[in-house]
């Protein structure tokens, strides 16, 4: 059964939010790529829980995320994609690979919530 594996944050400030976020909770937060995308990651094991990123907002007015993003686990984007359309959901943001960690796309379910696919491959570019 697929299970929410990392969730995201989308601010118009990435180190505005980083200050909130540490502050208030102490997550760490690590530069990914030398981009504007953070790792953010929440607690260390055993406790239970995800990680997840903090990432620069996109999107112009209408189409801008303005809430954290869960992402769940496939084996297969394309057919998730597909499934989740067909069963009603709206594209929100199309596949876009994760250079050398995976594929992700982002949906709105049937009653307008954002969500994201993730699907794990090392040759993704």
Request: charged letters at 25%; hydrophobic letters at 35%; aromatic letters at 12%.
């Amino acid at each position: 059964m697929p299970r929410p594996v990392h969730f995201e944050i989308h601010a118009d400030d990435p180190e505005r939010a980083i200050a909130f976020y540490r502050e208030l909770f102490g997550w760490k937060f690590d530069n990914w790529s030398g981009g504007e995308y953070y790792i953010v990651t929440t607690g260390t094991a055993p406790e239970p829980g995800i990680d997840g990123g903090l990432m620069k907002r996109q999107g112009g007015s209408g189409d801008r995320i303005t809430a954290y993003v869960c992402s769940v686990g496939v084996d297969d984007i394309d057919a998730s994609l597909a499934k989740a359309q067909s069963l009603g959901a709206e594209l929100a943001m199309p596949k876009q690979p994760i250079p050398k960690i995976g594929w992700s796309a982002y949906l709105k379910d049937t009653e307008g919530n954002v969500f994201g696919l993730f699907q794990p491959d090392d040759n993704a570019a």
